[in-house]
């Protein structure tokens, strides 16, 4: 008897594709492999057949089997997948989540930014935020008449200053007494962070708080440079901002710093402010007269100091438009982040 | 700050495309806010930063173009005239106004101003009134001088009087408006009332008329802080307050008051019949010397310039300039009090050479003198990473409160600190307490439909003796959202101490224990100290209904937890040794008792259970509370799991058994339970 042996491979393939259940693969492995099976046919009629077709038989019959169980066992498999078990359980169900919950935004913002800056060596210093008229106006260099000091910009506690009588203790207006502070304590070198929240009357709206947070940095050493600066504000724009933030350093004023400039930012994270310069933080060169007032001797060092505003960098960040959002603390906004 | 370009083409030729100076004042620190056209003009608005009050008039904006150009300025020439005649100026307020400078112009012709000057003034957004008015205002953008011309006829007494207002005194102004005045505001009077506030101003009927024939034309000097005060005062500014708060050049006061007398006679006719130049307090300095060498330049920005063109720049900006072989002597100009020392003068040469044309470099952080212990800023942040994997959401809330906010929470305390200058009574006092405005945050989203919260917020409590980081934690609500639950849970007592008890573990704050206690914003008997090594450092329970009522909270039970953070930081325990984790054997034994809660705590039960196990009690959990029936009246079901090992060997059944028995009659004897 002769076998058209390729047939009989397509005829298995057809065969086991075709057997939906096990039961169905079961009479399919029968039909091929059983004791009654096509194989055992194939090798009963071996001693009837010419030497050469004995060769070719044979080969034949092995290559059919190989293939049929190795089908088989794929195909057992599959419909193994597919079938259901009375036990078996929909596992497209969701999981039952503990329900892990939230940093708020404002604090991831302050914790990302601060990263950025420990990474290249800064350390987080904080300072209190009721301040002496000597750590937040006259040690930066802020003079006496100067608007800011005026009760319409500056809240003013009904706490006397211990050191000064007559003087009232204040909310910091700005995180940049935190400046002196450490400067007090530590001889350079230096490189320090300073997060917080600072305070000025400013009618509430979409844009306004009197309470806001604020990122400061200080970095003083014999030697330090504007070049240092622009370096390092660079360094930390692109690792913040992403890549391919384009900025400019405008020159500014601040009465702590000489010289000072503002840094404004393009990027295409800002959801529709593309080509627009969006201001981002302040900085300089430290004043010698902020350096007296550490009492460091005159010369010595130099030194520049940055800062930034953590809500108008998550409003622009997150295209969030109202800084009231964050401390209105609803549930769907605190999960969103 | 407005420029027009076609005023500023009368000052100099620059030769660039609006764009092009737009771009070029920016970079130099003077920023273009906004662009508009106005006819055949274009007017930018600039954001002048304070320090620069030379550069709010066209004059002043010339001249820098004129440095960032390197192109010449055109001045107009300025007469001089010195005091005639005899005119009644005196100066009650020495300190508020230092110099007042009177001009008497007779016979002239008041009539409209010529309109290739007017167009000028339109495009700064002031109204055209007639000459002598509009020449003031001409001057007040030209040179930054205020001016105010008075109608000599209706100065009573003919004459000038400065002084403090008196209580109560009324004057209308130009824009017809009544204003009641205090001794806070400096005023020009006549002889009589009040004739202008000073340097914000003139008062309506006094003002030049189409009749007047004879006027008094002001240009004075007065204090900044008095003339911003007033101004606040009044809710009132202008173009000459604007700029008198930022400070006027001594200097100015007499070429504003020479440039309008020439403009006056010039386009009003008329002669000048008196003048008196009063000086009451000699306030012009004088310019002293800064010199600044180019090691000074490489050593501040890092990158040399050029010695010449350092100097062609800061005479541009009007400094007389010694140069030397390595250094400049530089004398400022009159109108530039900003530039005292030589950092100054680097920054004049930084901004006008472009900081984006510096090199850039990165620092060397080398070494940080600052100690890189950063304990107690780590445990904050642990604590809140902690409470987030805990599942809670963080919040920040205002670190203000009302009074009526903290008698809401029955809070009693320290009288809290008070500002001076709250924006409203909400946030007069300084939060001796997160309480009343976390609730705040509850109740809010309550409203909301957000019932089931897990909040917290790492903030601070401001009390007279400091601030202090506090840990302030709300919970409200289902325990959970699994659905596998037929039956959802309500949170209790025991989920937010278990919070709290599992961060602080993990924080390694080692003697935190808690004891029952009363205060007045919690229920009764749910409401318990929270107490590190003995020291109290907060409180934790249920907020009582009397207080969530308070906040329109009904129906939801609400858990809440203070905790001073300063307190939890300072009791953290070294870390401890690797403890070996195969030892002898550990045998477990429960205990069912039935325990009168109110004659004994578990915490007793389990101090008296370590003092009688010989050492070799491990631990003790509490397994189970039943408060059934099954339990005789007055008791709850308590089942604790004992569990005992040896460090030194293996324990016998037998010897377990005994000491079990042994810790279940010590408190069957001390403290009343009964077996069950």
Excluded at chain 1, 61 to 80: F, P, V
Excluded at chain 1, 169 to 181: D, E, N, Y
Excluded at chain 2, 44 to 58: G, S
Aim: glycine share 8%; hydrophobic share 40%; charged share 25%.
């Amino acid at each position: 008897m002769s076998w058209d042996i390729e047939k009989i491979k397509a005829d298995v393939a057809a065969d086991v594709a075709s057997a939906s259940s096990l039961d169905a693969l079961e009479s399919v492995r029968l039909k091929y492999l059983g004791k009654k099976g096509l194989v055992q046919e194939m090798y009963g009629g071996l001693s009837e057949a010419s030497a050469d077709e004995k060769k070719l038989i044979g080969k034949g019959a092995n290559d059919i089997k190989t293939l049929a169980e190795g089908l088989i066992a794929d195909r057992k498999i599959a419909i193994s997948a597919q079938s259901k078990r009375a036990d078996a359980i929909d596992v497209t169900i969701p999981g039952a989540q503990r329900g892990v919950g939230t940093q708020h935004l404002i604090n991831q913002t302050v914790i990302e930014i601060c990263d950025v800056f420990e990474r290249m060596g800064f350390v987080i210093q904080r300072g209190p935020e009721i301040e002496t008229e000597f750590h937040n106006f006259s040690a930066l260099n802020i003079p006496l008449d100067h608007p800011s000091r005026d009760s319409f910009d500056t809240f003013y506690l009904d706490q006397e200053d211990p050191q000064v009588k007559g003087h009232y203790l204040l909310l910091r207006s700005h995180t940049s007494p935190g400046q002196i502070r450490v400067m007090k304590q530590h001889k350079p070198p230096m490189a320090v962070i300073i997060p917080g929240k600072v305070y000025r009357p400013d009618a509430v709206d979409a844009s306004h708080s009197f309470m806001f947070h604020q990122i400061e940095g200080l970095l003083v050493d014999k030697n330090v440079t504007f070049a240092d600066l622009k370096g390092l504000l660079t360094a930390f724009c692109k690792k913040y901002f992403g890549d391919d933030v384009t900025m400019r350093f405008r020159p500014h004023f601040f009465p702590f710093t000489e010289p000072s400039a503002e840094v404004d930012i393009q990027s295409n994270i800002f959801k529709g402010r593309a080509g627009k310069w969006l201001e981002i933080l302040g900085c300089g060169m430290v004043h010698p007269k902020v350096f007296e007032a550490a009492g460091y001797p005159a010369g010595e060092y130099t030194g520049f100091a940055f800062g930034m505003g953590v809500e108008r960098i998550a409003m622009l960040k997150h295209g969030i438009g109202d800084i009231r959002t964050f401390v209105e603390n609803d549930i769907r906004f605190l999960r969103q982040y | 700050m407005k420029l027009s370009i076609n005023w500023l083409n009368q000052y100099i030729d620059h030769n660039l495309t609006p764009e092009e100076l737009s771009h070029k004042l920016t970079m130099a620190g003077l920023e273009v806010e906004s662009v508009s056209q106005f006819g055949t003009d274009t007017v930018f608005e600039i954001e002048v930063t304070p320090n620069r009050p030379d550069a709010l008039n066209m004059l002043g904006l010339a001249r820098e173009v004129s440095a960032i150009t390197d192109k010449d300025l055109k001045q107009p020439a300025v007469g001089e005239y010195e005091d005639v005649g005899n005119f009644d100026v005196s100066i009650e307020d020495k300190d508020a106004c230092s110099r007042y400078i009177a001009t008497v112009i007779e016979n002239v012709s008041v009539k409209p101003f010529p309109s290739d000057k007017s167009i000028f003034l339109q495009a700064f957004g002031a109204k055209p009134i007639s000459n002598i008015v509009d020449i003031t205002n001409f001057v007040l953008f030209e040179f930054g001088q205020p001016l105010h011309a008075f109608d000599l006829d209706k100065l009573e007494g003919g004459k000038i009087i400065v002084r403090r207002a008196k209580k109560g005194e009324k004057i209308i102004t130009l824009d017809d408006v009544e204003r009641t005045l205090d001794e806070s505001i400096l005023v020009i009077a006549d002889a009589r009332k009040p004739v202008a506030i000073a340097g914000i101003m003139g008062g309506r009927d006094t003002g030049v008329t189409a009749s007047t024939k004879r006027i008094v034309l002001e240009s004075a000097h007065f204090d900044l802080g008095v003339i911003r005060r007033a101004s606040r005062k009044l809710a009132l500014t202008s173009d000459a307050c604007y700029r008198f708060e930022r400070g006027v050049a001594w200097k100015t006061i007499e070429i504003g008051s020479n440039r309008a007398t020439d403009l006056i006679l010039e386009l009003a006719g008329g002669s000048v019949a008196a003048r008196k130049d009063l000086v009451a307090k000699e306030l012009s300095r004088a310019r002293h010397e800064v010199v600044v060498s180019m090691a000074d330049i490489q050593k501040l920005l890092g990158a040399p310039l050029e010695l010449a063109r350092c100097e062609k720049i800061l005479k541009r900006l009007g400094c007389i300039v010694a140069a030397g072989a390595n250094t400049l002597t530089v004398v400022p100009p009159h109108f530039r009090n900003d530039i005292k020392i030589k950092e100054d003068l680097i920054e004049e040469l930084a901004r006008m050479v472009g900081f984006d044309n510096l090199p850039m470099s990165l620092p060397q952080v080398s070494a940080n003198n600052i100690s890189v212990n950063q304990d107690k800023e780590n445990f904050n942040r642990r604590v809140a990473e902690l409470f987030i994997a805990e599942g809670a959401n963080e919040i920040v809330t205002y670190a203000m409160v009302s009074a009526p906010a903290l008698d809401r929470v029955n809070f009693e305390g320290e009288k809290p600190i008070r500002m001076q200058n709250p924006m409203s009574a909400e946030q007069e006092l300084m939060r001796p307490t997160g309480l009343a405005n976390v609730l705040a945050v509850a109740a809010s989203n309550f409203n909301r439909g957000a019932r089931d919260l897990k909040l917290f917020e790492v903030g601070k409590r401001y009390l007279r003796t400091g601030e202090r980081w506090t840990l302030d934690v709300l919970f409200s609500g289902k325990k959970d959202s699994d659905w596998r639950r037929t039956k959802k849970d309500l949170v209790d007592f025991y989920d937010i101490k278990g919070d709290v008890e599992e961060v602080f573990s993990r924080l390694r704050v080692r003697s935190l224990s808690f004891e029952a206690a009363a205060h007045k914003a919690y229920e009764p008997g749910q409401c318990a100290r929270v107490l590190v090594g003995g020291q109290e450092a907060g409180f934790i329970g249920k907020i009582s209904d009397e207080v969530l009522a308070r906040f329109e909270i009904k129906k939801t039970a609400v858990f809440f937890a203070e905790i001073d953070l300063e307190i939890l930081s300072g009791a953290v325990a070294p870390r401890e040794k690797f403890m070996e984790l195969d030892g002898f054997p550990v045998i477990v034994r429960d205990l069912s008792l039935a325990v009168n809660p109110a004659a004994v705590t578990f915490e007793q039960m389990k101090a008296m259970a370590f003092d009688n196990s010989k050492g070799l009690l491990k631990k003790i959990d509490f397994v189970e509370l039943y408060t059934g029936e099954k339990v005789e009246k007055g008791c709850k079901g308590y089942v604790f799991s004992l569990t005992y090992q040896s460090k030194e060997r293996t324990l016998t059944d037998e010897e377990v058994n005994a000491l079990n028995e042994e810790i279940a009659a010590k408190f069957i004897e001390k403290f009343g339970v009964k077996r069950r």
